[in-house]
């Protein structure tokens, strides 16, 4: 790891991508779209959430093969916040495993930003996309054993106090002066002391560290018609962002864990989820793939790159 000074991603002029450092694995805590004052929706290019399920405590998204998503993260805090998000255990700013001490999206206090793709680039995405788990991104770069999960790490900002005024010599002096004379006239008034000026002043420097980048896990033997949902490499998407500076009031923690699993409807109805109002249940090798599938690997520490063959 090495000091440096963090830079930012901002989408539309009002969001943004940070650094941290990063930390060992944790225990991935749950599956919740919203938890205090963050949420985050599965949404159709129109901007209508999918259908969404609560089961066994997550929450499980209806998807279609074919069909093009969005993420939309919301903030109802006071304070801006970093979203770093992650698909099928990959990040949606480099593509690479996912790690929440990656940059990620910054949502303006009482707003929101939509992630549309995994991005190639400052100005374009690659469109989210539901596809068979072969097809996938995850599988076309050598691992598909995320499939299945949108994960969603919020950090808040820390707070910098503003500067003392520094005064020099003669200024000090001169309102030395002023005090004098006001404390001879019949009805004196305060002057303004540096204490009161204090909250007045701006600034505060920033700084923090950068983690190394994700090794890439060894590719893995899995089935070859692997059933399900997985997120395609779409098509280029334009999505311009810039770069701007971001400081985690606690780097090494998320302040909050968002999830979301999905699959298609035979997917669903495999793990029991009630989709069409008839109870029906047939659980399989993959139904436990997609619900072991963690989010954040936090493997130990770009932009996407295009899988084999991906033309835009």
Same mark, same amino acid.
């Given at each position: 790891? *090495?000091?440096?000074?963090? =830079?930012?991603?901002? !989408?539309?002029?009002? @969001?943004?991508?940070?650094?941290?450092?990063?930390?060992?694995? &944790?225990?991935?805590?749950?599956?919740?779209? =919203?938890?205090?004052?963050?949420? *985050?929706?599965?949404?159709?290019?129109? %901007?209508?959430?999918?259908?969404?399920?609560?089961?066994?405590?997550? #929450?499980?998204?209806?998807?279609?093969? %074919? /069909? +093009?998503?969005?993420?939309?993260?919301?903030?109802?805090?006071?304070?801006? @916040?970093?979203?770093?998000? #992650?698909?099928?255990?990959?990040?949606?700013?480099?593509?690479?495993?996912?790690?929440?001490?990656?940059?990620?999206?910054?949502?303006?206090?009482?707003?929101?930003?939509?992630?549309?793709? *995994? +991005?190639?680039?400052?100005?374009?995405?690659?469109?989210?996309?539901?596809?068979? @788990?072969?097809?996938?991104?995850?599988? /076309?770069?050598?691992?598909?054993?995320?499939?299945?999960?949108?994960?969603?790490?919020? *950090?808040?900002? +820390?707070?910098? $106090?503003?500067?003392?005024?520094?005064?020099?010599?003669?200024?000090?002096?001169?309102?030395?002066?002023? &005090?004098? &004379?006001?404390?001879?006239?019949?009805?004196?008034? =305060?002057?303004?002391?540096?204490?009161?000026?204090? %909250?007045?002043?701006?600034?505060?420097?920033?700084?923090?560290?950068?983690?190394?980048?994700? #090794?890439?896990?060894?590719?893995?033997?899995? $089935? =070859?018609?692997?059933?399900?949902?997985?997120?395609?490499?779409?098509?280029?998407?334009?999505?311009?962002?810039?770069?701007?500076?971001?400081? +985690?009031?606690?780097?090494?923690?998320?302040?909050? !864990?968002?999830?979301?699993?999905?699959?298609?409807?035979? %997917?669903?109805?495999?793990?029991?989820?009630? @989709?069409?109002?008839?109870?029906?249940?047939?659980?399989?090798?993959?139904?436990? /793939?997609?619900?072991?599938?963690?989010?954040?690997?936090?493997?130990?520490?770009?932009? #996407?790159?295009?899988?084999?063959?991906?033309?835009?």
């Amino acid at each position: 790891m *090495f000091a440096s000074r963090l =830079s930012s991603l901002l !989408l539309a002029a009002t @969001v943004a991508v940070a650094c941290a450092a990063s930390r060992s694995a &944790e225990a991935w805590p749950g599956d919740r779209v =919203s938890a205090g004052s963050y949420s *985050f929706d599965i949404v159709d290019p129109g %901007g209508s959430p999918l259908r969404t399920f609560g089961h066994n405590g997550r #929450s499980y998204v209806l998807g279609a093969e %074919g /069909q +093009r998503y969005k993420i939309v993260v919301r903030n109802h805090s006071g304070r801006r @916040v970093e979203a770093v998000v #992650s698909v099928d255990g990959r990040d949606a700013i480099d593509g690479k495993p996912a790690n929440w001490s990656k940059p990620g999206y910054i949502v303006p206090a009482y707003g929101q930003v939509t992630i549309e793709g *995994f +991005r190639v680039s400052l100005r374009d995405v690659a469109a989210f996309r539901f596809a068979p @788990v072969a097809d996938s991104y995850a599988a /076309q770069m050598g691992n598909d054993r995320n499939v299945g999960v949108v994960g969603v790490a919020v *950090f808040t900002e +820390r707070y910098v $106090p503003p500067p003392r005024p520094v005064m020099r010599r003669e200024e000090y002096r001169r309102g030395y002066d002023d &005090e004098r &004379e006001a404390k001879a006239e019949s009805a004196p008034r =305060s002057a303004p002391t540096a204490k009161a000026d204090a %909250g007045k002043a701006a600034g505060g420097g920033q700084s923090g560290r950068a983690a190394a980048e994700a #090794s890439e896990p060894a590719p893995r033997d899995r $089935p =070859s018609e692997r059933p399900g949902l997985g997120t395609a490499y779409g098509e280029r998407t334009h999505s311009p962002v810039v770069q701007v500076d971001f400081v +985690r009031a606690r780097p090494h923690n998320p302040e909050t !864990l968002l999830g979301a699993r999905y699959n298609d409807r035979p %997917g669903l109805l495999a793990l029991g989820i009630d @989709v069409d109002g008839n109870r029906y249940r047939r659980y399989h090798y993959d139904a436990w /793939q997609r619900e072991t599938a963690r989010p954040f690997a936090n493997l130990p520490p770009s932009f #996407s790159a295009p899988p084999p063959g991906w033309e835009e």
